[in-house]
Nanobody, 113 residues
Framework: QVQAVESGGDLVQPGGSLRLSCVVS????????VDWYRQAPGKERELVAS???????NYADAVKGRFTISRDNAKNTVYLQMNSLEFEDTAVYYC???????WGQGTQVTVSS
């Protein structure tokens, strides 16, 4: 059974940085676009960034210039480097294999002074 497991969430001060990781088990990783979503309390889940199987990236306007998504196909891992974090980035972050029903369990990012 394919699973996605996120890690790297933490409590960080505004202006700080974090790197999230999403490891996908199994041998299907290379075929899929992988998305990072986030959901803040009381808000809908929103797409933050995505990376295609070939490495093409897209970002939500709110994170452009601050977040970078990347993937290491040899490690079945997608990363989300988050810099210049803001209070509004506080949320649970999820990775998702686009076009499947495979979601991770989420990792909490809290930006607070």
């Amino acid at each position: 059974q394919v699973q996605a497991v996120e890690s790297g969430g933490d409590l960080v001060q505004p202006g700080g940085s974090l790197r999230l990781s999403c490891v996908v088990s199994g041998n299907i990783f290379n075929r899929y676009r992988v998305d990072w979503y986030r959901q803040a309390p009381g808000k809908e889940r929103e797409l933050v960034a995505s990376i295609s199987s070939g490495g093409r990236t897209n970002y939500a306007d709110a994170v452009k210039g601050r977040f970078t998504i990347s993937r290491d196909n040899a490690k079945n891992t997608v990363y989300l480097q988050m810099n210049s974090l803001e209070f509004e980035d506080t949320a649970v972050y999820y990775c998702y294999l686009d076009g499947t029903n495979i979601w991770g369990q989420g990792t909490q990012v809290t930006v607070s002074s």
